[in-house]
């Protein structure tokens, strides 16, 4: 069968993962980087890779008129992903299936590569189980007594929405990067409803009915009305675009924001997110230099704080960045074998290829079982205001732990 | 985006759906209340009754959004007067968050809201309907509603 790639904008890292469609030699694969350069021959499957803008529709038409089948793999294609979270600034990152229509997808952030082959052949995917039915954390489903950002290692067996992590394991469906496997509450990469950002919005809502919150009196109606201030609620969620739409922006329904757009689409993406939630955002945007985008914005704040790291961190950092350069080489080459090995070996380390075990003062959970996991736990740490810097990224947070401003610069792109 | 400087009539115009779930109980009673006392209200509201605003989330309310509503309310019991358990507690917060989320997006959160109102006090109601449309027409006036701002 012939199966094309076509990568547009962002992180590759679907792109990448799509070497291993070249495994076992079934396929005939070809992997076009640059769209505009492709000549327009006929073709049997095409797979779509990165975030679309409006001015990539000539190209998806052409794509579309040539292929039999065409599918968008992984969630920037297929709902907007993480990139889409620029929309809040006036951008316009659309979701393949608002473009053109009769699609088929694969959820995810990183794509399932098991995946991608069923739809490739038309076989059915079979029915996913729901994250929670196959999370290891027991569920009360209590109302919570308040909302804690940052995670804390201690309690592994209760649910991260008992413990007040916001986790959208509750729409979302099993996946393989399996973050929750690392102390990281689930995003909702791998959505298993429509509109899954809302509904799991309207589920936290109901968990946090204990929390307080601000009412006022109505004048006119003379009765109590649910308050414009701040409130426990607002106070503990400064970022609920980042929470709960963080992949599925454009598909909420909701319109494109009006904040005003500081820079490039990327920076954009930052601005407005939570200083704990950047090593796993950073991680996700991916491509070539994640791993050493995501050091770098861990290690400025690290320094600026006298945050220790132990050498066994550092240890561990510097394989991470050692295995970044070589994952390059492997993918220049198209290696399909050495892509896994390597991959396999930065997941054994940062948990999945989106860094989910990274975090700030060390690693969520244990790497090797014959580590003492005392000497790299991370542990929760102080929002501290100001502007860090650490070479090639510069940014500056506000009092509440919110991106106020980013630069990153082009060689970290 | 900076204050738009719309005439009165343009802002009327703007304000022609608003829909409210009232709770069968208190919400509902009380606008019931009004219509016998036939007191009078804005011909844009709209009502549409439930249970209990419990009912109602992020979801109903998108949906009467994206359908042509120009602003959305809930009217539920008093606090700590719901007739199921604590549900109009709970749809305040879900309403609380939809309107950060509006905030966090560059819009007015105003357009959004949750009142009370109580089934022997007809003008509670009415009094309610009167802020619902106050509030939209700042909404429109300064940031915008996600269907239409200036």
Same mark, same amino acid.
């Given at each position: ?276 939630? *950047? ?11 994640? *791993? ?122 | ?150």
């Amino acid at each position: 069968m012939d199966v094309k790639i076509f990568q547009f904008n962002g992180c590759k890292k679907c792109f990448n993962e799509t070497l291993l469609l070249k495994e076992g030699n079934k396929y005939k694969v070809e992997f076009i980087s640059d769209p505009k350069k492709w000549k327009e021959e006929k073709v049997d499957v095409s797979v779509i890779t990165g975030y679309l803008l409006p001015n990539d529709l000539e190209q998806l038409e052409k794509i579309k008129k040539n292929s039999k089948k065409i599918i968008a793999y992984g969630d920037c294609p297929a709902t907007g992903g993480v990139f889409a979270l620029a929309n809040q600034k006036g951008h316009d990152v659309s979701p393949l299936t608002n473009l053109i229509k009769s699609t088929n997808s694969v959820y995810g952030c990183l794509g399932e590569i098991e995946e991608l082959k069923l739809v490739i052949e038309g076989t059915e995917v079979p029915k996913l189980k729901g994250l929670c039915q196959v999370c290891s954390r027991k569920a009360t489903c209590d109302y919570l007594e308040a909302i804690n950002r940052q995670i804390e290692l201690e309690d592994s067996e209760s649910c991260f929405n008992d413990l007040g992590f916001l986790c959208s394991g509750f729409t979302a469906s099993e996946c393989k990067e399996k973050c929750i496997d690392y102390n990281t509450p689930c995003r909702g990469c791998k959505p298993s409803v429509d509109r899954s950002g809302i509904r799991m919005l309207a589920m936290f809502g109901t968990l946090a009915g204990n929390i307080e919150i601000a009412t006022e009196h109505s004048v006119k109606g003379a009765t109590d009305k649910l308050g414009d201030e701040d409130d426990d609620l607002t106070d503990s969620l400064p970022d609920v675009v980042g929470n709960f739409f963080r992949f599925t922006l454009p598909t909420s329904g909701f319109p494109k924001g009006r904040i005003p757009s500081s820079g490039t689409l990327l920076e954009d993406v930052f601005i407005g997110r939570l200083i704990e939630e *950047i090593p796993l955002i950073a991680g996700l945007l991916g491509g070539a230099k994640s *791993i050493s985008l995501t050091l770098k914005l861990i290690e400025s704040y690290e320094k600026a704080n006298q945050i220790e790291v132990s050498e066994q961190t550092e240890k561990y950092r510097s394989e991470l960045l050692q295995l970044e350069v070589e994952l390059q080489k492997t993918i220049e080459s198209e290696d399909a074998s050495k892509y896994k090995e390597i991959t396999d070996k930065i997941r054994s380390i940062a948990g999945n290829m989106n860094l989910s075990n990274v975090f700030f003062g060390g690693f969520k959970s244990i790497i090797d079982p014959n580590d003492d996991f005392n000497e790299y736990k991370a542990h929760v740490f102080d929002v501290v205001e100001g502007t860090y810097k650490n070479g090639s990224i510069e940014y500056t947070l506000d009092q509440t732990g919110i991106i106020k401003e980013i630069k990153i610069s082009e060689e970290l792109l | 985006m900076s204050n738009c400087e719309a005439p009165d009539e343009l802002i009327q115009e703007k304000i022609q759906n608003i829909v409210v779930f009232m709770c069968n109980e208190c919400g509902q009673g009380s606008a019931n209340t009004a219509g016998v006392a036939r007191m009078a209200y804005d011909a844009a509201i709209r009502i549409i009754r439930v249970q209990c605003t419990g009912q109602v989330g992020p979801i109903q309310i998108m949906e009467a959004l994206t359908n042509g509503a120009d602003a959305v309310a809930c009217v539920g019991c008093c606090l700590g007067a719901c007739h199921f358990f604590n549900g109009n507690v709970i749809s305040m917060h879900r309403i609380k968050l939809m309107k950060k989320v509006f905030k966090e997006l560059g819009y007015s959160d105003q357009f959004v809201n949750q009142y009370t109102s109580r089934a022997a006090e007809g003008e509670t109601a009415v009094g309610d309907f009167e802020d619902i449309i106050d509030r939209l027409t700042t909404a429109i006036t300064e940031k915008g509603t996600i269907k239409d701002g200036c």
